[in-house]
């Protein structure tokens, strides 16, 4: 025998190793389900009709009880949602701050992008007014005013 494999080897004539099959062992066989060792009672019922059935009668299959559950008690409850109702405040406070900063940037930058288009305005009206110098004077103590319109 071949110890690597422990199968039966054999040599032919000319030296080549040859394998020979080897048999299964036979498959153990299943218990036989018990066998009902008496014949139970046939019942018959006759029909309105006057007919007769015959037959075996069959109990229903009980079904298997529900294991009972230990009971909870409405304190351990209350505790619970109690956890689950702080942790979804503490969510809901944790977006809001978030919202809140978020917010918060955004109003900052616009202040900031309005003052610096503010300053702009102002320094272009300044350096433009510093250079058209040819407008007209006009002396207000000197003038009058009729239903709103300006005369000189």
Same mark, same amino acid.
């Not at 153990?28 to 008496?38: D, E, H, M, R, S």
């Not at 006057?50 to 009972?68: C, F, M, N, S």
């Not at 978020?102 to 503010?118: C, E, H, K, R």
């Given at each position: 025998?071949? #110890?690597? *494999?422990? +199968? %039966?080897?054999?040599? /032919?004539?000319?030296?080549? #190793? ?8 036979? !498959? ?20 309105? /009709?006057?007919? @007769?059935? *015959?037959?075996?009668? =069959?109990?229903?299959?009980?079904? #298997? %009880?529900? !294991?009972?559950? %230990? %009971?909870?008690?409405?304190? !351990? ?9 702080? $942790?979804? @405040? ?5 977006? $809001? &701050? !978030?919202?809140? *900063?978020? $917010?918060?940037?955004? @109003? ?14 102002? &320094? =272009?009206?300044?350096?433009?007014? +510093?250079?058209?110098?040819?407008? *007209? &004077? =006009? ?7 009729? +239903? ?5």
């Amino acid at each position: 025998m071949n #110890e690597s *494999t422990h +199968r %039966p080897v054999a040599f /032919d004539a000319a030296g080549v #190793e040859v394998h020979r099959p080897v048999p299964l062992a036979p !498959a153990p066989t299943a218990p036989l389900a018990p066998i009902q060792q008496g014949v139970p009672s046939v019942a018959s019922v006759v029909l309105p /009709d006057g007919r @007769v059935v *015959t037959g075996y009668a =069959v109990t229903p299959a009980q079904p #298997e %009880p529900v !294991a009972t559950k %230990p %009971p909870i008690s409405r304190a !351990a409850v209350n505790i619970a949602l109690g956890g689950v109702g702080f $942790l979804a @405040v503490c969510g809901g406070l944790f977006l $809001l &701050t !978030a919202f809140i *900063t978020a $917010l918060t940037a955004l @109003v900052t930058q616009l202040v900031i992008l309005a003052a610096v288009l503010f300053g702009g305005w102002v &320094t =272009v009206q300044v350096l433009s007014a +510093r250079r058209h110098r040819s407008g *007209t &004077t =006009v002396n207000i103590r000197k003038a009058t005013f009729k +239903r709103n319109h300006f005369h000189g």
